[in-house]
């Protein structure tokens, strides 16, 4: 398949892509309850002659073609609990009831929506094209990304004996940078590990006015915070990466009533899995010595949740997409993309199946156009060229191993 053919097949299918994209970013849902999105996502994967197979809230399509490698190409297909405010006609307005109870506003900040509708444009591709390439096409679409359940969710309900083992897995995202109309590779670490907690610290209640009957949590508390700040400063080595964010502290109602309890939420980021660790056990033991010298009557609780394994490129795999990238996008539009501080689950997948794998990034902002982070109330990635370069990357980075001209 030439440059021209790839170009040509998405300009075939545009009007589909286009109209497909609008539909998932106006129908966002939260993670672990897309029903509906799953629902449209299989259906086009029937539609365009794949094979789909359920697994733990998501799908796999699989398209055989012969003898020859088999490529995992991963995309997600979560929102978020953010009300948009982008002023775009196919703005979201939708609203879900999350596990809570709570209803919420649902939209789709993180590019979900564009990873899907790219990843059916490459699927799509691929089944138009079978005499351009050969092997086995797998087109994972997961849930609850945003939560770090999806992909280990599609794990445990068996994903290893559901589908053809692959040899390499794909994934990407859509980013701030570079501009729209590129995309960036690297090898090693790309995305963090991360880890979310919340610890609990157990004081005792008393009036205002009579502190020393009490142990106030929120002194306490206070200067666990406070300790927290030089953990990365003078625990981790300079030459790794480390971040540990505070972002939410909450205890008491009312000024006079010195609480019984005090509750932190708190963010730990790294590049490896060590520093994530020592980050862990700094927060605990810093936590455990406050509470001691407060004397506290109990110990502080800590609850481990949301994840995320480190996302670290396989160096031949990454170079082999790259130089396919730039086969088919030119070279000036593949550039090297700095490691991300983001944290992503995509990693659990091939992990699990003990598969090298690579994982990129997709410039979503035109040059000069106003950019907002991902997880932003106002980040919308610019609708074209990002969907067309996404869908040429994915597709190139399939055929660096599916093409005929590279087996």
């Known amino acids: 398949m030439s440059l021209v053919d790839l170009k040509g097949n998405i300009e075939a299918f545009k009007d589909w892509q286009e109209a497909l994209y609008i539909h998932l970013h106006q129908t966002p849902e939260l993670s672990m309850q897309e029903t509906e999105t799953l629902k ?22 699989v398209l055989k073609n012969g003898e020859g490698p088999t490529i995992l190409y991963r995309a997600d297909f979560d929102g978020l609990p953010v009300k948009e405010d982008t002023g775009y006609e196919y703005a979201s307005t939708a609203k879900q009831v999350d596990r809570s109870g709570v209803e919420q506003d649902v ?22 094209n079978k005499d351009a390439w050969s092997g ?20 445990d309900d068996g994903l290893l004996d559901k589908i053809p083992t692959p040899d390499v897995a794909i994934g990407s995202h859509v980013l701030t940078a570079p501009v729209s109309g590129k995309v960036g590779t690297t090898a090693g670490p790309v995305l963090s590990t991360a880890a979310s907690m919340k610890i609990t610290i157990h ?4 009036h205002g006015s009579m502190p020393h009957l009490g142990i106030d949590p929120v002194v306490i508390a206070s200067s666990v915070v406070m300790r927290l700040q030089s953990v990365v400063a003078r625990e981790i080595s300079p030459f790794d990466f480390g971040v540990l964010t505070v972002g ?48 506290t009557e109990r110990e502080p609780e800590f609850e481990l949740f949301d994840r995320f394994p480190s996302t670290i490129n396989d160096e031949e795999v990454n170079a082999r997409i ?45 040059e ?24 040429e990357a994915a597709a190139a980075a399939a055929l660096a191993y599916l093409g005929k001209e590279n087996q």
């Open 203 to 206: 004081g005792k209640g008393s």
């Open 40 to 61: 449209r996502i299989t259906q086009e994967l029937e539609d365009i002659g794949y094979e789909p197979v359920q697994v733990g809230g998501g799908v796999v399509g």
């Open 107 to 128: 939209m789709h900040a993180c590019g979900h929506d564009m990873h899907t509708a790219t990843a059916l444009g490459a699927a799509k591709i691929l089944a138009d």
């Open 368 to 391: 000069g156009q106003p950019t907002y982070p991902n997880h932003n109330p106002k980040f919308l990635p610019a609708l074209q060229p990002t969907l067309t370069t996404g869908t």
């Open 248 to 295: 939410a502290f909450q205890s008491g109602s009312k000024a006079n009533i010195i609480p019984a309890s005090a509750e932190l939420l708190l963010n730990i980021r790294a590049y490896k899995d060590e520093v994530r660790d020592h980050i862990i056990d700094a927060i605990k033991r810093i936590t455990i010595a406050e509470c001691e010298a407060a004397g």
């Open 136 to 155: 086995t096409y797998l087109a994972l679409f997961q849930p609850g990304e945003e939560t770090a359940e999806g992909a280990q969710s599609m794990v």
């Open 322 to 366: 790259t130089e396919s990238m730039k086969k088919y996008l030119g070279e000036d539009r593949v550039v090297q993309l700095d490691p991300v501080t983001a944290s992503e689950d995509f990693s659990n997948v091939p992990r699990a199946f003990g598969i090298p794998y690579a994982y990129y990034g997709v410039g979503g902002f035109l």
